[in-house]
């Protein structure tokens, strides 16, 4: 299965990229436990996107048998990167989430409108049958 939706630049926009994802997601048959893994997954990167950005973003999802695969395209060249803020600081941990509860991630130019894409991938072995997350890599 593959989807793709335009997310409009703001923050009211993360809801309903996060519902666009979950309806997909549901459709495409991924499980419970993978499915809040993903959404959540889904949720940091639009957040990124809409807040540090610069449109068009663009959501897409692709999950096939081996794994689900989520980008988000934006117009800025500048790549995330993995922070450590100190338990006070108010943000800068959703690349961190990105990083430790997914099975790959990364960013790739992109030709056209958008500058690069943020993508990360879930293997769905790495998700256990009770649906939490496997921390081997």
Same mark, same amino acid.
């Given at each position: 299965?593959?989807?793709?939706?335009?997310?409009? !630049?703001?923050?009211?926009?993360?809801?309903?990229?996060?519902?666009?994802?979950?309806?997909?997601?549901?459709?495409?048959?991924?499980?419970?436990? /993978?499915?809040?893994?993903?959404?959540?997954?889904?949720?940091?990167?639009?957040?990124?996107?809409?807040?540090?950005?610069? !449109?068009?973003?663009?959501?897409?999802?692709?999950?096939?048998?081996?794994?689900?695969?989520?980008?988000?395209?934006?117009?800025?060249?500048?790549?995330?990167?993995?922070?450590?803020?100190? !338990?006070?600081? @108010? +943000? +800068? /941990?959703?690349?961190? @989430?990105?990083?430790?509860?997914?099975?790959?991630?990364?960013?790739?130019?992109?030709? +056209?409108?958008?500058?690069?894409?943020?993508?990360?991938?879930?293997?769905?072995?790495?998700?256990?049958?009770? +649906?939490?997350?496997?921390?081997?890599?």
């Amino acid at each position: 299965m593959y989807a793709e939706t335009a997310v409009s !630049p703001s923050l009211s926009a993360i809801a309903p990229a996060r519902h666009w994802a979950r309806d997909r997601l549901a459709e495409a048959g991924v499980d419970d436990g /993978r499915l809040e893994l993903l959404v959540l997954l889904v949720s940091e990167l639009v957040t990124n996107a809409v807040a540090h950005a610069d !449109p068009p973003v663009t959501l897409r999802v692709h999950v096939d048998d081996e794994r689900t695969r989520v980008e988000v395209t934006d117009g800025v060249r500048e790549v995330p990167v993995v922070r450590n803020p100190p !338990p006070t600081a @108010f +943000g +800068g /941990r959703g690349v961190m @989430f990105v990083d430790r509860l997914s099975s790959s991630w990364g960013t790739v130019e992109e030709d +056209g409108d958008a500058a690069k894409a943020v993508w990360f991938e879930l293997r769905h072995d790495d998700v256990s049958e009770l +649906g939490g997350f496997s921390t081997e890599r």
